[in-house]
Nanobody, 116 residues
Framework: QVQLVESGGGLVQTGGSLRLSCAAS????????MGWYRQAPGKQRELVASLTRGGLTNYGDFVKGRFTISRDNTMTTVYLQMNSLEPEDTALYSC??????????WGQGTQVTVSS
C-alpha cells in the first residue's frame, strides 16, 4: 500500500507563492509517477502537474510557467512550487500517485486560497 500526505496549502495574496509537499510512504517502489490535481467548487478536477520516475513532466495549460513540480531522489516526496498565484488558482490541491499495478492513490488534499 501507498499513503500520501499533502501539506503546504494556505491563504496567500495575489502574486504570492506557496510550496506544496506530498510525502509518500509504504510501497513507494511501486510508484511510477506522481502528480498534483486541483478542484475548485463547481468545477471539474484538473491536472496541475505530473512527474514520472524517469523525470518527465507535464503541466496544465493554465500553469504558463508559474508552477514547478520537483521531487527528491527517491521519489518519496514531490513538491509543487507555485508562484504568481491568482484568485483563479483557489482550489483543493490533491496529490496522486500512479502505481505500476495500474492503480492510483490519492491524498486527502490541501486547500489553497488566493485573495485578490
Amino acid at each position: 500500500q501507498v499513503q500520501l500526505v499533502e501539506s503546504g496549502g494556505g491563504l496567500v495574496q495575489t502574486g504570492g507563492s506557496l510550496r506544496l509537499s506530498c510525502a509518500a510512504s509504504g510501497s513507494i517502489f511501486s510508484i511510477t509517477s506522481m502528480g498534483w490535481y486541483r478542484q475548485a467548487p463547481g468545477k471539474q478536477r484538473e491536472l496541475v502537474a505530473s512527474l514520472t520516475r524517469g523525470g518527465l513532466t507535464n503541466y496544465g495549460d493554465f500553469v504558463k510557467g508559474r508552477f514547478t513540480i520537483s521531487r527528491d531522489n527517491t521519489m518519496t516526496t514531490v513538491y509543487l512550487q507555485m508562484n504568481s498565484l491568482e484568485p483563479e488558482d483557489t482550489a483543493l490541491y490533491s496529490c496522486k500517485a500512479q502505481r505500476n499495478s495500474g492503480g492510483s492513490i490519492w491524498g486527502q488534499g490541501t486547500q489553497v486560497t488566493v485573495s485578490s
